[in-house]
């Protein structure tokens, strides 16, 4: 269970659950209800490719690159914690985002679906190094299974979110998003911070 929450939440950071129906919203206002739903079903399922498919390979890549289990431990915390900061104090670097220049693209584009949805707002960036970390950090099949189970769970909320982004929109406001956001990077601060400690004491480099 400790692993699937630690899973859930840093998935629920990265992948930023709130943020994707904001921006989802603001990019579909003028298409309809049955438009916005082929939209979400479509991302979701590209973006559960993409993050199942560095989940499974993972350890495969490390190995290719010469990455140790300890180095990635310390870059993807480094990495999480970057996003946290940004999430904390209401900045955007286009970690669990889009950058304005893609944002304008996905204005033009007819079909958000793969991106900006599915790829980088879904799995980005911090998602995809979010997965590595966590899928080679299981200690056992049944931890990794738990991990995929979080990826699903994550992006089955993705989807109900997407599907019900405007009222959400209309909800929360500005003000109810601004304090979830710094909520939960404030619990993706602590875990990078974490996995940064993790890092370095399996590395060896203190003796530990």
């Known amino acids: 269970m400790n692993t699937f929450l630690v899973a859930f939440a840093t998935l629920f950071a990265t992948v930023g659950v709130a943020d994707i129906a904001f921006i989802f919203a603001a990019l579909t206002k003028d ?24 989940a499974v390979l993972g350890n495969a890549i490390l190995d290719v690159f010469g990455i140790t289990i300890p180095a990635l431990r310390t870059a993807g915390g480094i990495l999480l914690l970057l996003i946290a900061i940004d999430m904390v104090f209401a900045r955007h670097s286009g970690g669990t985002g889009t950058t304005d220049e ?16 599915a790829m980088p707002l879904m799995a980005g960036p911090g998602a995809i190094s979010a997965v590595i970390l966590l899928t080679t950090g299981a200690e056992s099949t049944f931890e990794f299974g738990l ?46 911070v974490q996995f940064v400690f993790d890092g370095i004491r399996a590395s060896g480099l203190l003796g530990g």
């Open 31 to 54: 298409n309809t209800p049955a438009q916005r739903r082929i939209f979400a079903t479509r991302g979701v399922l590209v973006a559960l490719g993409i993050l199942l498919f560095f």
């Open 102 to 117: 893609e944002e304008v693209e996905a204005r033009q584009s007819h079909d958000i679906s793969i991106f900006p949805l």
């Open 147 to 192: 991990v995929l189970a979080a990826i699903i769970v994550i992006l089955a909320l993705c989807w109900l979110t997407l599907l019900i982004a405007i009222p959400i929109q209309r909800l929360l406001g500005l003000t109810g998003l601004s304090v979830v956001s710094r909520i939960v990077g404030i619990l993706l601060a602590a875990l990078a």
